[in-house]
C-alpha cells in the first residue's frame, strides 16, 4: 500500500491507535509547541490539531516522533528501500545475486515522478500566507515558521524535475521586515544543495524560482531531509519509498506543483537580496540569531480541499528530528562508511546537537609488523570525514581503532568516550584545525559559520584506569565553587560566569598550581561549567554542555600544554572551558503559564488525558 496523501496517513494511524486528536482551540503562539513537547517527551502518538486559533485549516506533529511508529508508516516498502539504497551505493551486489535484487529494479521504475496536472487536489483553492496557522515554538522566536517544509528548486544549467533538489529549510512567515503575504525568508546552511541551484542562477543574474511544499504523503518529507546518494533523486525516492509515483505539474508561471501536498508556496528568490531571518529555536537547544538571509517573494499559496498543515518542533536534543535521524539510519545503514575506506562507523551525536560531536572507529592498518600501536590510518580517516559533506562541518571528532576492540559501538556514548578516554595520549593524539568552517547553528565560535575542530585519534593499549570517584586528597579552591564527576575520568568543574578570555589564565593557573604535584593519570578531561551539576546530571547533559559550548582553539587548555614544531598538547588533564560566553546564544526555555495550559489538557476531560 501507499499513501496518497497526509490525511490517509492520519486516518491509518488513528485507525491503529498511534493518533490523538486536540478537539479545545489551541494557539499557535507557543501553545502548539508546548503540547507537541510534552506529548513527544511521554513517547506519545502523532496529534491533530482540528482547532487552531486564527486558521481555518487545522495542522498535525510528531507523525515520525518514534521509529516504531516511522516504521510503521512505511512497513510495506522500508525493506525494498533499503536494498536499493545499499546497491546504489555497491551495484556490484546487484550482478553477484541478481534473484535477491530482483524486484528492485521494479521498485525504482514506478518510483518515477509522474507529470499529472489534471485534477490535481492541490488546485482546490489558494490563500494567504497568514490564512496559514502562524506556528511560534519558542519565545524568542522572530515570528511563525514553516518546520517541516520540502523546498524544491531546479538547477538553472539543467532544468527538470531529475536534477532538482527537495531539501528541508526552515521558512520564516511573517515578523522582522517582511511584507506581510508578500515575502517570507529562506534560511538555508552551508553544503546544502539549494546553494548549488542560487548560485548558477546568481551567475545568470535571474531569480531562483522556489516552491515550497508541506503535508502531502510521507514519504515526501522524509525525501526532504534523506542524504541520498549522488544520482539518486529525492522525488524518485519519495515515490519508491511511498510507494506511490511523486505526481506534479508546473503551473502557469512556471513553478513545480506537487500535485500531492497539502499547500504549496510559490516564490522567486532574487540574486543577492536578503532581508534579517531570525532568531529562532533550534536542534543545538539554542536560538539561532538574526543573520540576512534570501528574501523570497510570494507568488502564489496553492492548498488541497481537506488541506493540513504539517509542522514540528525543534529544541535541544532528543525531539522528533531525532526519530527523522534513526530512521534515517535504519535506511542508510552504513552508506556513509561505506564511501570512506577503512571506516567503520560514525555517528553524530544527537544529544550533543549533532554537528557539535561525532563519534567514529576506522581501522588502524598500516604499520601492522610493529608491536607498539599508534594512530596512523585513523589519523587519515579522521581527514576524510572532516572533509565528507556535512561531516565536514563537525567541531569534535573522536575517532577510534576498531583492532583495540571489536565490539565498540558508537552510539554508546559512556562507553565510546570511556575507550577514548582510556587510551588518549594526551601530548599525541590531538589534532586541531582552526579558522574553519562549522555548523551555522553552532555560536561556539565568534562568526557565523566560523570556528575550529579538533580531531582525537585514539589507538593502542589502555594506558591508565579511570576514576569513577575522586580520591579523598582531592580539592581545588576557590574561584572553584564546586565540582563532580560526570563519567569515569571527567570531572565537571563550577567556576565563575565567562567575562572575557583572559579570566581564564587566572582559573588555569589556580588548577595547575594546585594540583602540580598530583598524579592525575585517572583523569585526563576536565570540564569548566557554569553549573557542575547540571552538567554532571546525566551523561547527555554532560555531552550537550561540553561540546555545544565550547571552541576548540579558543576553549581547550590543559595542565601541563606545550607546542612543539605548531604541534599543541599536554601532559596532565585536558581543559574545556564550556561555559556560556557573551557572544553565545540564548539557551532555550519554556514558558511556565503556558506549560500549565498543556497540563489541563492532560487532566480528566481534556483530550490528553491518559497521554501526559
Given at each position: 500500500?501507499?499513501?496518497?496523501?497526509?490525511?490517509?496517513?492520519?486516518?491509518?494511524?488513528?485507525?491503529?491507535?498511534?493518533?490523538?486528536?486536540i478537539?479545545?482551540?489551541?494557539d499557535?503562539?507557543?501553545?502548539?509547541?508546548?503540547?507537541?513537547?510534552?506529548?513527544?517527551?511521554n513517547?506519545?502518538p502523532?496529534?491533530?490539531?482540528?482547532n487552531?486559533k486564527?486558521?481555518?485549516?487545522?495542522?498535525?506533529s510528531?507523525?515520525?516522533?518514534?521509529?516504531?511508529?516511522?516504521k510503521?508508516?512505511?512497513?510495506?516498502?522500508?525493506?525494498?528501500?533499503?536494498?536499493?539504497?545499499?546497491?546504489?551505493?555497491d551495484?556490484?551486489?546487484?550482478?553477484?545475486?541478481?534473484?535477491?535484487?530482483?524486484?528492485?529494479?521494479?521498485?525504482a521504475?514506478?518510483?518515477?515522478p509522474?507529470?499529472?496536472?489534471a485534477?490535481?487536489?492541490?488546485?482546490?483553492?489558494?490563500?494567504?500566507?497568514?490564512?496559514?496557522?502562524?506556528i511560534?515554538?519558542?519565545?524568542?522566536?522572530?515570528?511563525?515558521?514553516?518546520?517541516?517544509?520540502?523546498?524544491?528548486?531546479?538547477d538553472?544549467?539543467?532544468?527538470?524535475?531529475?536534477?532538482?533538489?527537495?531539501?528541508?529549510?526552515?521558512?520564516?512567515?511573517?515578523?522582522n521586515?517582511?511584507?506581510?503575504?508578500?515575502?517570507i525568508?529562506?534560511h538555508y546552511q552551508?553544503?546544502r544543495?539549494?546553494?548549488v541551484?542560487?548560485?548558477?542562477?546568481?551567475?545568470k543574474?535571474q531569480?531562483?524560482?522556489?516552491?515550497?511544499?508541506?503535508?502531502?504523503?510521507?514519504?515526501?518529507?522524509?525525501?526532504a531531509?534523506?542524504?541520498?546518494?549522488?544520482g539518486?533523486?529525492?522525488?524518485?525516492?519519495?515515490?519508491?519509498?511511498?510507494?506511490?509515483?511523486f505526481?506534479?505539474?508546473?503551473?502557469?508561471?512556471?513553478?513545480?506543483?506537487?500535485?500531492d501536498?497539502d499547500?504549496v508556496?510559490t516564490?522567486?528568490?532574487?540574486?543577492?537580496?536578503?532581508?534579517p531571518?531570525?532568531p529562532?529555536?533550534d536542534?543545538?537547544?539554542?536560538?539561532?540569531?538574526?543573520?540576512?538571509?534570501?528574501?523570497?517573494?510570494?507568488?502564489?499559496?496553492?492548498?488541497?480541499k481537506?488541506?493540513?498543515?504539517?509542522f514540528?518542533?525543534?529544541?535541544?536534543p532528543?525531539?522528533?528530528?531525532?526519530?527523522?535521524?534513526?530512521?534515517?539510519?535504519?535506511?542508510?545503514?552504513?552508506a556513509?562508511?561505506?564511501?570512506?575506506?577503512?571506516l567503520?562507523?560514525v555517528?553524530?551525536?544527537d544529544?550533543?546537537?549533532?554537528?557539535?560531536l561525532l563519534f567514529?572507529?576506522?581501522?588502524?592498518?598500516?604499520t601492522?609488523?610493529?608491536?607498539?600501536?599508534?594512530?596512523?590510518?585513523?589519523v587519515?580517516?579522521?581527514?576524510?570525514?572532516?572533509?565528507?559533506?556535512q561531516?565536514s562541518?563537525?567541531?569534535y571528532?573522536?575517532?577510534a581503532?576498531?583492532?583495540?576492540?571489536?565490539k565498540?559501538?558508537?552510539?554508546?556514548?559512556?562507553?565510546?568516550?570511556?575507550h577514548?578516554?582510556?587510551?588518549?595520549?594526551?601530548?599525541?593524539?590531538?589534532?586541531?584545525?582552526?579558522?574553519?568552517?562549522?555548523?551555522t547553528?553552532?555560536?561556539?565560535?565568534e562568526?557565523l559559520?566560523s570556528?575550529?575542530k579538533?580531531?582525537?585519534?585514539?589507538?593502542?593499549?589502555?594506558?591508565?584506569e579511570?576514576?569513577?570517584?575522586?580520591?579523598?586528597?582531592?580539592?581545588?579552591?576557590?574561584p572553584?565553587?564546586?565540582?563532580k564527576?560526570?563519567?569515569?575520568?571527567?570531572?565537571?568543574?563550577?567556576?565563575?560566569?565567562?567575562?572575557?578570555h583572559?579570566?581564564i589564565?587566572?582559573?588555569?593557573?589556580?588548577?595547575?598550581?594546585?594540583?602540580?604535584d598530583?598524579?592525575l593519570?585517572?583523569?585526563?578531561?576536565?570540564?569548566?561549567?557554569d553549573?557542575?551539576g547540571?552538567?554532571?546530571?546525566?551523561i547527555?547533559?554532560?555531552?550537550?554542555?561540553?561540546?555545544?559550548r565550547?571552541?576548540?582553539s579558543h576553549d581547550?587548555?590543559?595542565?601541563?600544554s606545550?607546542?612543539e614544531?605548531?604541534?599543541?598538547?599536554?601532559?596532565g588533564?585536558?581543559?574545556?572551558?564550556?561555559r556560556?560566553k557573551?557572544?553565545?546564544?540564548p539557551?532555550?526555555?519554556?514558558?511556565?503559564e503556558?506549560?500549565k495550559?498543556?497540563?489541563?489538557?492532560?487532566e480528566?476531560?481534556?483530550?490528553?488525558?491518559?497521554?501526559?
Open positions: 500500500m501507499g499513501y496518497s496523501s497526509l490525511q490517509a496517513c492520519i486516518t491509518d494511524l488513528e485507525k491503529n491507535g498511534q493518533l490523538v486528536r478537539k479545545e482551540q489551541v499557535p503562539h507557543l501553545q502548539m509547541a508546548a503540547i507537541h513537547l510534552r506529548v513527544f517527551e513517547e506519545g502523532a496529534i491533530l490539531f482540528e487552531v486564527g486558521s481555518k485549516f487545522p495542522a498535525v510528531n507523525l515520525f516522533g518514534t521509529l516504531d511508529r516511522s510503521f508508516i512505511f512497513r510495506d516498502t522500508l525493506e525494498k528501500i533499503k536494498i536499493l539504497v545499499d546497491i546504489k551505493n551495484p556490484i551486489k546487484a550482478i553477484k545475486n541478481p534473484f535477491k535484487y530482483a524486484g528492485v529494479g521494479l521498485t521504475l514506478s518510483a518515477l509522474m507529470k499529472s496536472g485534477g490535481a487536489p492541490i488546485k482546490f483553492g489558494k490563500c494567504n500566507i497568514n490564512d496559514i496557522p502562524q511560534v515554538n519558542w519565545p524568542m522566536d522572530g515570528g511563525p515558521f514553516v518546520t517541516m517544509p520540502q523546498v524544491y528548486t531546479e538553472a544549467d539543467k532544468p527538470g524535475i531529475m536534477n532538482a533538489n527537495l531539501g528541508m529549510y526552515r521558512i520564516q512567515l511573517a515578523g521586515d517582511y511584507i506581510q503575504n508578500q515575502e525568508g529562506l552551508i553544503h544543495g539549494i546553494g541551484h542560487q548560485t548558477k542562477a546568481n551567475a543574474g531569480p531562483l524560482k522556489v516552491s515550497i511544499f508541506v503535508g502531502g504523503p510521507p514519504a515526501h518529507p522524509v525525501a531531509v534523506m542524504p541520498l546518494p549522488e539518486l533523486s529525492e522525488m524518485t525516492f519519495a515515490g519508491a519509498l511511498g510507494n506511490r509515483r505526481r506534479y505539474f508546473y503551473d502557469n508561471e512556471g513553478f513545480c506543483i506537487s500535485a501536498a499547500f508556496i516564490g522567486t528568490v532574487m540574486p543577492h537580496e536578503n532581508k531571518e531570525g529562532f529555536g536542534h543545538l537547544g539554542y536560538y539561532s540569531l538574526v543573520h540576512p538571509f534570501p528574501l523570497m517573494k510570494v507568488h502564489n499559496v496553492y492548498h488541497r481537506d488541506a493540513i498543515w504539517s514540528t518542533v525543534v529544541g535541544r532528543p525531539q522528533e528530528d531525532t526519530s527523522f535521524g534513526a530512521l534515517i539510519h535504519e535506511i542508510t545503514g552504513s556513509i562508511p561505506k564511501e570512506i575506506p577503512g567503520h562507523a555517528n553524530a551525536v544529544a550533543a546537537g549533532v554537528h557539535p567514529a572507529i576506522g581501522s588502524e592498518r598500516y601492522p609488523y610493529l608491536k607498539e600501536r599508534k594512530p596512523q590510518e585513523i587519515t580517516i579522521a581527514n576524510h570525514i572532516l572533509g565528507k559533506g561531516l562541518l563537525a567541531k571528532l573522536f575517532i581503532a576498531h583492532e583495540d576492540d571489536p565498540l559501538n558508537v552510539n554508546d556514548i559512556g562507553g565510546f568516550l570511556k577514548i578516554l582510556q587510551r588518549v595520549d594526551l601530548t599525541r593524539d590531538l589534532h586541531f584545525h582552526t579558522n574553519t568552517t562549522i555548523d547553528l553552532d555560536y561556539s565560535g562568526g559559520n570556528g575550529s579538533l580531531a582525537v585519534t585514539v589507538a593502542g593499549d589502555i594506558k591508565r579511570l576514576w569513577t570517584e575522586l580520591p579523598d586528597w582531592f580539592n581545588l579552591p576557590r572553584i565553587t564546586g565540582y564527576m560526570a563519567m569515569p575520568g571527567v570531572l565537571m568543574v563550577e567556576v565563575p560566569k565567562h567575562v572575557n583572559k579570566d589564565d587566572n582559573i588555569i593557573s589556580i588548577i595547575e598550581y594546585h594540583l602540580q598530583e598524579d593519570n585517572g583523569m585526563p578531561l576536565i570540564v569548566l561549567c553549573d557542575a547540571f552538567a554532571a546530571q546525566t547527555n547533559n554532560f555531552v550537550w554542555v561540553t561540546f555545544t565550547s571552541n576548540p581547550i587548555y590543559g595542565v601541563g606545550f607546542t614544531h605548531k604541534h599543541w598538547g599536554c601532559k588533564p585536558l581543559i574545556i572551558d564550556a556560556i557573551p557572544h553565545h546564544a539557551v532555550l526555555e519554556r514558558v511556565p503556558v506549560e495550559t498543556v497540563d489541563k489538557l492532560g480528566k476531560g481534556g483530550s490528553l488525558f491518559g497521554v501526559i
